[in-house]
């Protein structure tokens, strides 16, 4: 099969109907949600009301976005993000959430989410927040994306506890690897790299997904992290 063939597959792929699950506490919320992404054309598998449900029925359903609030009984969002991120590396994770405070965003991101966006957002963002995090695109409400960048920066000084490309016998990143990885820290969208190397956001997503695997990384924040250490946000 040429290169052409598999990247008009991964297209077709692409633009099946995302599968999404809304995870919120308050009944009212959850539903206006779900009906919302809905009506947008989202396959909404699921909904839950709290952590351990929310674990359960992802787990159940395998949703391709969470959209997630932090504040759950049960088990808090961030628990619930990790497990399930933890569990299935491919889950990209929304926060929908009512705090902007730094520390909650930051562990959000920490824990796997791949964006995290406020409840006071319209519901034109918040679809096209789920639409860009289904592609893997980092997804912020204005003002929290220079944030988390700072962290990545700041976690970049603290050991990552992962086999690096320069020991003996680690996998090597591919030429189109490493330029992924290098403009990934630079802090660009999957949609801009895409755009930047002119490929598929799909392939950008493939190239994510086969470097984490070989560096034995498990979300955005650690690789990141890894080509911050490594000086490839400065080439």
């Not at 976005?65 to 628990?79: E, F, R």
């Not at 405070?101 to 959000?108: F, M, Q």
């Not at 204005?142 to 960048?149: Q, S, W």
Request: one cysteine or more; a negative charge.
């Amino acid at each position: 099969m040429s290169a052409q063939q598999t990247e008009q597959q991964a297209e077709q792929q692409a633009e099946r109907q995302i599968r999404v699950m809304v995870v919120d506490d308050h009944p009212m919320w959850r539903d206006a949600v779900a009906r919302d992404l809905a009506e947008a054309g989202f396959d909404v598998v699921a909904t839950a009301g709290d952590g351990e449900q929310a674990v359960r029925r992802a787990g159940a359903v395998g949703p391709d976005v969470l959209v997630l609030d932090l504040n759950l009984p049960a088990k808090p969002g961030v628990q619930v993000c990790k497990e399930l991120v933890g569990a299935n590396p491919a889950l990209r994770v929304l926060v929908l959430s009512a705090s902007g405070e730094h520390a909650d965003v930051l562990e959000a991101v920490k824990s796997g989410a791949t964006g995290y966006l406020l409840k006071s957002a319209s519901t034109a963002e918040l679809i096209d927040a789920v639409r860009r995090t289904a592609v893997g695109d980092p997804v912020f409400t204005p003002g929290l994306a220079g944030l988390v960048l700072g962290e990545y920066r700041r976690l970049a000084s603290e050991p990552l506890p992962a086999v690096g490309a320069d020991e003996p016998g680690a996998p090597q990143l591919t030429e189109r690897e490493t330029e992924v990885l290098r403009l990934v820290a630079k802090g660009l969208s999957y949609k801009q790299i895409a755009e930047r190397l002119v490929i598929s956001h799909r392939t950008v997503q493939n190239h994510v997904q086969n470097t984490l695997g070989k560096l034995q990384l498990h979300n955005r924040v650690e690789l990141v992290r890894y080509a911050i250490e490594r000086g490839l946000d400065d080439a």
